[in-house]
């Protein structure tokens, strides 16, 4: 049983490694094989100066043949050498060390909101199917599944932020600290706290609706189960027939999708730094498409892809541990 | 009918045939018991006229900037029902012409996805061995690629223009559609009518096409107006991100102008609000649509509705 345990593990870490390898591959060969002449297509129409096209003809070792190219950009990658940026001449890696934080504290603080209210949702408009917290939870959850996370933000920030009429805005319009404010003090952080609060309720109320519309479709597969059936057969009360054997074994089907959504948030928080103006890595990848500023792009990239294959692998190992049926 | 001709002769084309009418008015007949399906419906049908009538609409002169003929971020009045932007333009008519750009990049880019979503999973179901497992695994990678930051990469490297945007997206958005049908093809290969098929020396071709395909198509149907939301969604993102095309007028690419305009602080909703209800509207009608199909098709969900009614009434307060 152990062995077999230890090999869902493997299999799984194989797979993402797997996953990570496709993804090196999709990275290396966007930038470099697909438009033609690398440098020519990245310099097109931009004010790309020589020196710029001389280093990075140099950077991308494009006086060598392709394999012996791609183990430069393995090498390089690994050793967290992501090349210039052409916007900031700084080095991509310390750029996203820079802004790393931001995006892990407003990704992080959403996604935990949206799953724990998103399933408190979903289970309840499941157990009581057709009831009118379910019309309501179900029709304002496909509403905001239609909205783009962003336009959401524009109008949160619409509100509360600049104001409506006679109500004044009460939160900031922007960026992550006032002016003049020392980050690390006691006052830094509150003061971090209230611009971080609209962008989280964003990413919030944007994912909750994904999460409570998985959590209320896997507990209606189970609802027919038979093991239900005997529960109540035993005379179980609906309350603790509900917590302990239909919500748990709902929960693991939504475990694998919410991981699968992570994409999704990641995804959200490019366009949600970009509207609160929060100095993430989301907010530097719209910073580097207006340039367009293509190694601090492929860096943003490939940080968003391995993190969101990072998580899927936490919850692939996760689901091993609570549902001991993958095991054997 | 003559009495000469006791039984009507029909040959195995037209039986199809009748068959095919025969389930499709059938499904039409459920399909229009759900009702947030018909809204849905309803609702894309609405923003369907509009785009096809948008010449009759609305002139598409009012679309050039060095055209137009109101002031800077004017509210809504008699003349201009929904404001000007802020180079002078009617909203109403960008929204009009909005609304070809939206529904043709989701619809061009579902076929794409579809077609590379279908293909790849009834043959990572059909076949057995290496062909199978590298196509899954193929999707499983793709599968985990952020969606996005694929797609703003991909623009960015193509270049700003209607038809990349339809390419990166239908691209990008198969995996999920090629897991659901394998998931489907690998159920229909183990039902008797294939094994009665490959036993009396079907080709994979035949047997891929006269069986697989024909009973998983509805659920690529009903994938399919799922798919068509998302890719909906996505266009207006990119555009948003400065990714569209720069020489159409999207719902994305107003909403990218007004941010930029600055009209969340200078107060010009007419801006902002109605081209984010347009793009609620289109994609929650496919939505809807889709969910009702999706109903309709799955029996694990109908299963469900069973359920539901044969479920104990009792209820406590908790």
Same mark, same amino acid.
């Given at each position: 049983?152990?062995?077999?345990?230890?090999?869902?593990?493997?299999?799984?870490?194989?797979?993402?490694?797997?996953?990570?390898?496709?993804?090196?591959?999709?990275?290396?060969?966007?930038?470099?094989?697909?438009?033609?002449?690398?440098?020519?297509?990245?310099?097109?129409?931009?004010?790309?100066?020589?020196?710029?096209?001389?280093?990075?003809?140099?950077?991308?070792?494009?006086?060598?043949?392709?394999?012996?190219?791609?183990?430069?950009?393995?090498?390089?990658?690994?050793?967290?050498?992501?090349?210039?940026?052409?916007?900031?001449?700084?080095?991509?890696?310390?750029?996203?060390?820079?802004?790393?934080?931001?995006?892990?504290?407003?990704?992080?603080?959403?996604?935990?909101?949206?799953?724990?209210?998103?399933?408190?949702?979903?289970?309840?408009?499941?157990?009581?199917?057709?009831?009118?917290?379910?019309?309501?939870?179900?029709?304002?959850?496909?509403?905001?599944?239609?909205?783009?996370?962003?336009?959401?933000?524009?109008?949160?920030?619409?509100?509360?932020?600049?104001?409506?009429?006679?109500?004044?805005?009460?939160?900031?319009?922007?960026?992550?600290?006032?002016?003049?404010?020392?980050?690390?003090?006691?006052?830094?952080?509150?003061?971090?706290?209230?611009?971080?609060?609209?962008?989280?309720?964003?990413?919030?109320?944007?994912?909750?609706?994904?999460?409570?519309?998985?959590?209320?479709?896997?507990?209606?597969?189970?609802?027919?189960?038979?093991?239900?059936?005997?529960?109540?057969?035993?005379? !179980?009360?609906? =309350?603790?027939?509900?917590?302990?054997? $239909? #919500?748990?074994? /709902?929960? &693991?089907?939504?475990?694998? @999708?919410? +991981?699968?959504?992570?994409?999704?948030?990641?995804?959200?928080?490019?366009?949600?730094?970009?509207?609160?103006?929060?100095?993430?890595?989301?907010?530097?990848?719209?910073?580097?498409?207006?340039?367009?500023?293509?190694?601090? !792009?492929?860096? =943003?990239?490939?940080?968003?892809?391995? $993190? #969101?294959?990072? /998580?899927? &692998?936490?919850?692939?190992? @996760?689901? +091993?541990?609570?549902?001991?049926?993958?095991?054997? | 009918?003559?009495?000469?001709?006791?039984?009507?002769?029909?040959?195995?084309?037209?039986?199809?045939?009748?068959?095919?009418?025969?389930?499709?008015?059938?499904?039409?007949?459920?399909?229009?018991?759900?009702?947030?399906?018909?809204?849905?419906?309803?609702?894309?049908?609405?923003?369907?006229?509009?785009?096809?009538?948008?010449?009759?609409?609305?002139?598409?002169?009012?679309?050039?900037?060095?055209?137009?003929?109101?002031?800077?971020?004017?509210?809504?009045?008699?003349?201009?029902?929904?404001?000007?932007?802020?180079?002078?333009?009617?909203?109403?008519?960008?929204?009009?012409?909005?609304?070809?750009?939206?529904?043709?990049?989701?619809?061009?880019?579902?076929?794409?996805?579809?077609?590379?979503?279908?293909?790849?999973?009834?043959?990572?179901?059909?076949?057995?061995?290496?062909?199978?497992?590298?196509?899954?695994?193929?999707?499983?990678?793709?599968?985990?690629?952020?969606?996005?930051?694929?797609?703003?990469?991909?623009?960015?490297?193509?270049?700003?223009?209607?038809?990349?945007?339809?390419?990166?997206?239908?691209?990008?958005?198969?995996?999920?559609?090629?897991?659901?049908?394998?998931?489907?093809?690998?159920?229909?290969?183990?039902?008797?009518?294939?094994?009665?098929?490959?036993?009396?020396?079907?080709?994979?071709?035949?047997?891929?096409?006269?069986?697989?395909?024909?009973?998983?198509?509805?659920?690529?149907?009903?994938?399919?107006?799922?798919?068509?939301?998302?890719?909906?969604?996505?266009?207006?993102?990119?555009?948003?991100?400065?990714?569209?095309?720069?020489?159409?007028?999207?719902?994305?690419?107003?909403?990218?102008?007004?941010?930029?305009?600055?009209?969340?602080?200078?107060?010009?909703?007419?801006?902002?609000?109605?081209?984010?209800?347009?793009?609620?509207?289109?994609?929650?009608?496919?939505?809807?649509?889709?969910?009702?199909?999706?109903?309709?098709?799955?029996?694990?969900?109908?299963?469900?509705?069973?359920?539901?009614?044969?479920?104990?009434?009792?209820?406590?307060?908790?």
């Amino acid at each position: 049983m152990n062995q077999l345990g230890t090999r869902y593990v493997l299999g799984k870490v194989a797979g993402s490694l797997g996953s990570l390898a496709f993804m090196l591959v999709v990275n290396f060969f966007l930038f470099r094989v697909l438009p033609g002449d690398p440098v020519r297509t990245l310099a097109r129409n931009r004010l790309v100066s020589q020196q710029q096209i001389d280093e990075l003809t140099r950077t991308l070792g494009l006086d060598q043949s392709l394999p012996q190219q791609f183990l430069t950009y393995l090498q390089n990658t690994f050793t967290g050498e992501l090349g210039l940026s052409f916007r900031y001449r700084q080095p991509v890696a310390d750029l996203i060390l820079d802004r790393l934080w931001p995006t892990l504290v407003l990704v992080g603080t959403g996604t935990l909101l949206a799953t724990m209210i998103g399933l408190w949702i979903g289970v309840r408009s499941a157990w009581n199917r057709g009831s009118r917290f379910d019309k309501v939870s179900t029709g304002s959850s496909l509403t905001v599944y239609a909205m783009p996370e962003w336009w959401l933000g524009l109008m949160l920030l619409a509100v509360f932020s600049v104001g409506v009429g006679p109500l004044p805005g009460i939160f900031p319009t922007g960026g992550l600290i006032s002016p003049g404010v020392d980050p690390t003090s006691l006052e830094g952080v509150l003061d971090q706290a209230w611009h971080l609060a609209l962008p989280v309720l964003t990413v919030t109320l944007a994912y909750l609706a994904d999460f409570s519309l998985i959590m209320r479709s896997s507990l209606l597969d189970e609802m027919g189960a038979d093991y239900l059936m005997t529960a109540r057969a035993k005379g !179980l009360r609906d =309350t603790r027939v509900r917590r302990e054997h $239909a #919500v748990p074994n /709902a929960l &693991l089907p939504s475990v694998t @999708l919410v +991981a699968l959504n992570l994409g999704f948030v990641v995804a959200g928080a490019i366009t949600i730094e970009t509207v609160f103006s929060i100095p993430g890595l989301g907010l530097l990848t719209t910073e580097a498409l207006e340039v367009p500023d293509f190694p601090l !792009l492929q860096g =943003t990239f490939l940080v968003f892809s391995a $993190a #969101v294959i990072a /998580a899927n &692998l936490v919850a692939n190992l @996760l689901y +091993a541990v609570i549902d001991p049926r993958v095991r054997s | 009918m003559s009495a000469g001709e006791a039984v009507p002769r029909l040959t195995a084309r037209q039986v199809t045939r009748r068959r095919r009418r025969e389930s499709a008015r059938r499904t039409w007949n459920e399909f229009r018991s759900h009702r947030s399906g018909v809204v849905g419906l309803g609702i894309l049908v609405v923003f369907v006229l509009v785009a096809l009538g948008a010449p009759l609409l609305a002139d598409a002169t009012g679309l050039k900037v060095t055209a137009a003929t109101g002031g800077v971020l004017e509210a809504p009045s008699a003349e201009y029902w929904l404001g000007t932007d802020d180079n002078g333009r009617s909203v109403l008519t960008l929204l009009i012409w909005g609304a070809r750009v939206s529904l043709f990049v989701g619809l061009l880019a579902t076929a794409i996805s579809m077609v590379i979503g279908t293909l790849v999973g009834v043959a990572s179901g059909h076949f057995r061995g290496w062909p199978s497992s590298v196509l899954f695994r193929l999707t499983e990678w793709f599968l985990v690629i952020p969606f996005l930051p694929l797609a703003i990469v991909m623009a960015s490297v193509l270049g700003a223009s209607l038809i990349n945007i339809v390419l990166v997206i239908g691209v990008t958005s198969w995996p999920g559609t090629a897991l659901l049908i394998r998931a489907q093809t690998l159920s229909i290969e183990e039902r008797p009518f294939l094994e009665r098929a490959r036993a009396l020396g079907a080709g994979h071709w035949h047997q891929m096409s006269r069986h697989v395909l024909p009973n998983v198509m509805p659920m690529v149907f009903a994938n399919t107006t799922l798919t068509v939301a998302i890719a909906i969604l996505t266009e207006t993102t990119l555009s948003f991100l400065g990714l569209g095309d720069p020489l159409r007028v999207s719902w994305g690419s107003m909403l990218d102008d007004a941010f930029g305009a600055g009209a969340i602080t200078t107060g010009a909703w007419w801006f902002i609000i109605p081209p984010g209800i347009c793009v609620i509207l289109v994609v929650l009608s496919f939505t809807l649509i889709g969910r009702a199909l999706e109903e309709i098709f799955n029996p694990r969900l109908r299963r469900g509705i069973l359920d539901e009614t044969s479920k104990p009434r009792r209820r406590e307060r908790s």
